[in-house]
């Protein structure tokens, strides 16, 4: 990946907030590029998990939303159990993602934030998840609504999916962690 | 033997097979499961992409309710244990996080609820020798591939499970049954996980590469412990012939439902009706009365 830095001043703290919300020194990194040769998902995207690291250090700015490897990462953890310096790149990605969701960063393939919404929403209301009513949500929301409908009736007969939502859950706790702000918290 | 269960949201859905399976086997081997009073989703991937503190409160949830049984907890599917102990772990390790965690649940919690996955259970509390004991069939020589993914050994300081790179304690349990276990070297890759049906493409390519090196390391079958594996390398195999030309029709069962047909337990009780590409010719090789 080529990284081009602009000499306008730029979104200047993204390192700093990346380390406030994970809480990991990302200047520590060598470019020794372990992470970038273990991840799973390299030979699908140009960015590799290196690049974002360096690109942090170079002080690109909010401009790494536009990577698309920030919404591929599959949190495999490969990086981080590889890491020389002990970088726990799943947890910077994780940042990087709530960040990416409070700065409006832009949409790309799949809707990972609506999958999670969606998925997070039946959590709050049921206190478990709810397949049919997450998939439902995301499926709107993602104008994908064939995909996979030839599995339903197969998942559906062979009881993998549940028609009704679970009611043995006791809220007591959901209630009040879905009560608070989600999204900015500081570790 | 009694520990405090918790089956996690897929045994109520796409890992029926796998809550059936793991409750058969327990039943057969004397350990009492006893399942959480109103257990709540541990957040899984949508929450620590989302926000840390709601990531860690919610296992904390459930390791408050499981404390308050006295018992040690035990998970089966990998995602939910890999968060219980990610909580644990950011509880004893952060003072602040622990703080804000209890700040939000109203309620304390300090970390010491012991965490285990099933599979842990049976190597090291029942034993070896006991299970050898226990076998009533055989895998007569299967040649099976485990698989362990991601989430069950790694991070390693934090599960603690086996060797983060080459982890042999699913294969142990393979020769145990009379199985062969293959040596392949995609044991700890990623079948993409969570992206099932958000980037369905990531699964397709990264299953299709997990399925190749087992079906070229000689396997006839794939064993898996996270529902997420198995939904991913089961149903996906369908995706990848179209997308990608590759038959495989690879039966991938978890390891539980090869522990209960080795211990005579009909494979209907162990859901494996529920498998999309059927693992009749194991059950065949096996021979346990329906």
Known sequence: MSIVISKEKQAGDLINDVQKLSGIDIR?????????NGCPVTGLTNVHPSDIIRAMQLNVGDKIFNSDLIWMCASCETCYARCPMKINMAEVMDALRVLS????GPKQKGNVPLFNKSFLRTVKMFGRTYDIGMIAAYKLGSASLLQDTDKFPMMLLK???ALIPSFQADKKYTRRIFGRKLGNTQS | MRYSY?????????????YMSVNEVAIALNIELIEIKGWTCCGSTPAHHTDKILSIALPVANLLMAQKTGLEM???CAACYNRMKVANHEIQTNPEIRKEIAATLGE??????KVHHFI????KEIGVKKLKEAFTHSLYGLKVASYYGCLLVRPKDVTQFDDPENPTIMDKLIKLMGGEMIDWPHKVECCGGGFALSRTDIVVELSNSILGMAEASGAQCMAVACPMCQINLDMRQSDIHKIKGRDYNLPVVYITQLLGLCLGISPKKLGMDKCVVSPKPIIELVKVAE
């Open chain 1, 28 to 36: 520590s990194c060598l470019q020794c590029k372990k992470c970038s």
């Open chain 1, 101 to 104: 969701v409070q700065k409006n």
């Open chain 1, 159 to 161: 009881g993998k999916i």
């Open chain 2, 6 to 18: 918790y089956p996690g949201c897929s045994a109520e859905s796409t890992a029926r097979d796998q």
């Open chain 2, 74 to 76: 035990v998970v089966f």
């Open chain 2, 108 to 113: 304390d919690y300090d970390g010491s609820v």
């Open chain 2, 120 to 123: 842990e259970v049976l190597i």
